[in-house]
T-cell receptor
Framework: EPEVTQTPSHQVTQMGQEVILRCVPI?????FYWYRQILGQKVEFLVS????????KSEIFDDQFSVERPDGSNFTLKIRSTKLEDSAMYFC?????????????FGEGSRLTVL | KNEVEQSPQNLTAQEGEFITINCSYS?????LHWLQQHPGGGIVSLFM???GKKKHGRLIATINIQEKHSSLHITASHPRDSAVYIC?????????????FGTGTLLAVQP
């Protein structure tokens, strides 16, 4: 069964460092998402991506964050200068349709620890 | 006030029991998703609803758009159903691809 894969599964970094989280969505999917979950808290929407551009972003997704689809398969989340409060599990998800028409498929998550 | 409220927050059941988890939301939506989060953290989509009722195996999900309420039912519960169940709503005006998540319901099914 096709799946969304994320790397790394866990990354530890120093505050101020840049981090890139990678995702390989399911191949025929058109909509891509990043979510984050701080330990013990609910999942939060970060950004949605369609047709090679951001379609929506949350207030959390400020200038330190960026997303790219550098080739036909990868979807990356870059955090430019990490802060302690960026420590969280980051989930990538993809879907062939919108939230109304397409089931969401999630990756297993990338745990980011900022020291 | 949270835009998506789930109840109960925690639920312990005996194997075989019928389980109901509720979700109420305060925003306009076009779709509601029920998700399951395993102890290891991975998230699996269970249902996507915009109206009515859906059934998949022992799971049933219903939504009442007028009352802004959805329920997830598990029949003949089993210990492997133990997980966090999350309600997420989205597709409202001005937020067509944004999901708003509830805090989740932690379900423990004891043998």
């Amino acid at each position: 069964e096709p799946e969304v894969t994320q790397t790394p599964s866990h990354q530890v970094t120093q505050m101020g460092q840049e981090v890139i989280l990678r995702c390989v969505p399911i191949s025929n999917h058109l909509y891509f998402y990043w979510y984050r979950q701080i330990l013990g808290q609910k999942v939060e929407f970060l950004v949605s991506f369609y047709n090679n551009e951001i379609s929506e972003k949350s207030e959390i997704f400020d200038d330190q964050f960026s997303v790219e689809r550098p080739d036909g398969s990868n979807f990356t989340l870059k955090i430019r200068s990490t802060k302690l409060e960026d420590s969280a599990m980051y989930f990538c998800a993809s879907s062939w349709g919108t939230l109304t028409t397409g089931e969401l498929f999630f990756g297993e998550g990338s745990r980011l620890t900022v020291l | 006030k949270n835009e998506v409220e789930q109840s109960p927050q925690n639920l312990t059941a005996q194997e075989g029991e019928f389980i109901t988890i509720n979700c109420s939301y305060s925003v306009g939506i076009s779709a509601l998703h029920w998700l399951q989060q395993h102890p290891g953290g991975g998230i699996v989509s269970l249902f996507m609803l915009s109206s009515g009722k859906k059934k998949h195996g022992r799971l049933i999900a219903t939504i009442n758009i007028q009352e802004k309420h959805s329920s997830l039912h598990i029949t003949a519960s089993h210990p492997r159903d133990s997980a966090v169940y999350i309600c997420a709503v989205g597709g409202g005006a001005g937020a067509t691809n944004k999901l708003i998540f509830g805090t989740g319901t932690l379900l423990a099914v004891q043998p």
